[in-house]
């Protein structure tokens, strides 16, 4: 008899993968598909094998990276950055020329060479050494309208035991740089310099960081230390005052009337014969009296008044870049109204929504609108509204002076029926004026401060 072995046995089932009932043995398919099982990888996959080993192996160097990368911006980085693009420049001039000179012959090129690299000794000796300041930057006012004066500070004192010799602070200012020179400062002195920044256009202004600078002459070297954080400065689109005028756009002060009737609300709208069940609040004693019949009130069900602003961003509506500032300018004006009369509000644009819980967000929002071509027009916007916002009684559409009235009357057709829709039509220098487009109010807009009165137009 011969013996059996676990080997011999394991080469019989790899020679005989199958069972007797002609089933595949767990063996046999393992050996046929090493790779894949029931349509799926296996960790023996070759894909498999070299994403779990590229996995561990970014594990592995994760530290080493993460160190590596520390001490480049702690010690490498803040020396390189020191060099000048005209300093780098000289630089490979300097090694060019002393290799040239050394490989022909040449006394001039090694010469020149030593005096570049002896300008660098030089430029070295101006930007060593350490000032001690105490800097301050104060922003009055960190959000201001368009025209409004942007005012700020800067203090600086001397913090060190020595007097501080002559020098100059940088502040960046967007995309300009202001520069403040300091005079010779004794020990604790403070000196302080005021400043004034434009606002002629909407913008988020960058103010800071204030920094200080020391530079060689020639401008090879230059170092800077950061003294402040930067700050930004909100310049808002310009509004005007809707006071008085704000039953304009909103018929109720307590709400809109519906059509659906409710048993109790402050919309009277009929009486009719008592039933089991309501409330003897609501009897009409009068009336009950007259008819012998038990007779109650019965209301209109009102909802709170829900603004929504579609203001479109869309370039090519407008004539100018000034017309698309006065239309954001206008839905500015209505929501930050509606805000202040703590109503329910929502801001949309063909980016998304805007914020409306305070004036403040609203204003930020609109700030940093960017106006472009887009695929979609202001009846697309119209539309998204309608879906996003169902719950709206009121709606306004903000459009340029290029929106056509098939246009707006596309756009009015989107809102839900019982739902006031005003579109105002922005066209620097026209007469105000008011028209109507089926159920749609067109209010044409020439200049921002007529805003009051044409929304008065829209109540008559």
């Not at 479109?312 to 100018?320: F, K, P, Q, R």
Request: net charge positive; hydrophobic share 45%; charged share 20%.
């Amino acid at each position: 008899m011969s013996s059996s072995t676990p080997l011999t046995r394991l080469a019989e089932r790899v020679k005989q993968p199958f069972n007797k009932d002609g089933a595949a043995s767990k063996l046999g398919e393992q050996l046929r598909r090493p790779f894949v099982r029931d349509g799926r990888q296996t960790r023996l996959h070759p894909a498999a094998v070299w994403a779990e080993a590229s996995s561990t192996l970014g594990l592995l160097l994760q530290p080493a990276w993460r160190a590596a990368k520390d001490l480049w911006l702690r010690y490498v980085w803040p020396v390189l950055s020191v060099v000048s693009v005209l300093g780098w420049s000289v630089l490979a001039a300097t090694i060019l020329l002393w290799s040239l000179g050394h490989a022909f012959g040449w006394q001039e090129a090694k010469a020149a060479a030593v005096a570049a690299f002896v300008l660098f000794g030089i430029a070295i000796g101006f930007i060593l050494g350490r000032s001690s300041y105490g800097v301050v930057l104060d922003l009055a006012r960190t959000r201001v309208a368009v025209g409004d004066s942007a005012v700020g500070s800067i203090a600086v004192s001397n913090t060190s035991a020595r007097p501080l010799l002559p020098a100059a602070l940088e502040l960046p200012v967007g995309a300009a740089t202001a520069i403040f020179h300091l005079p010779r400062m004794k020990p604790q002195q403070v000196h302080e310099d005021l400043f004034t920044i434009p606002t002629a256009r909407r913008a988020v202004i960058s103010v800071g960081p204030v920094r200080s600078v020391r530079a060689d002459p020639l401008h090879l070297l230059r170092r800077q230390v950061l003294w402040t954080e930067p700050e930004d400065l909100y310049v808002h689109p310009r509004t005007v005052a809707l006071a008085g005028s704000a039953a304009g756009f909103i018929r109720d002060l307590e709400g809109m009337p519906t059509t659906d009737l409710s048993s109790a609300d402050v919309s009277f709208h009929a009486l009719r014969d008592y039933v089991p069940g309501d409330d003897r609040r609501h009897i009409h004693w009068k009336t009950t009296a007259r008819t012998n019949k038990l007779m109650v009130r019965q209301f209109e069900e009102t909802r709170r008044a829900h603004l929504a602003i579609s203001l479109s961003t869309n370039t090519d509506e407008y004539d100018s870049e000034h017309e698309f500032e006065m239309g954001i300018s206008v839905a500015a004006s209505i929501g930050r109204q509606a805000i202040r009369e703590q109503r329910d509000l929502d801001v949309v644009t063909q980016k998304g929504p805007l914020r409306c819980e305070t004036g403040r967000n609203l204003l930020d929002d609109m700030t940093r609108i960017v106006g472009a071509p887009h695929r979609r027009t202001a009846v697309d916007l119209a539309r998204t509204v309608a879906d996003t916002i169902p719950n709206a009684s009121v709606v306004f559409f903000v459009v340029g002076r290029h929106v056509t009235p098939t246009q707006l009357r596309t756009a009015a057709a989107s809102v839900a029926p019982g739902v006031r829709a005003i579109a105002v039509r922005v066209h620097a220098g026209a007469a105000p004026s008011r028209a109507n487009i089926a159920d749609l109010t067109v209010l044409t807009l020439g200049s921002l401060d007529e805003l009051g009165i044409i929304l008065r137009k829209a109540a008559a």
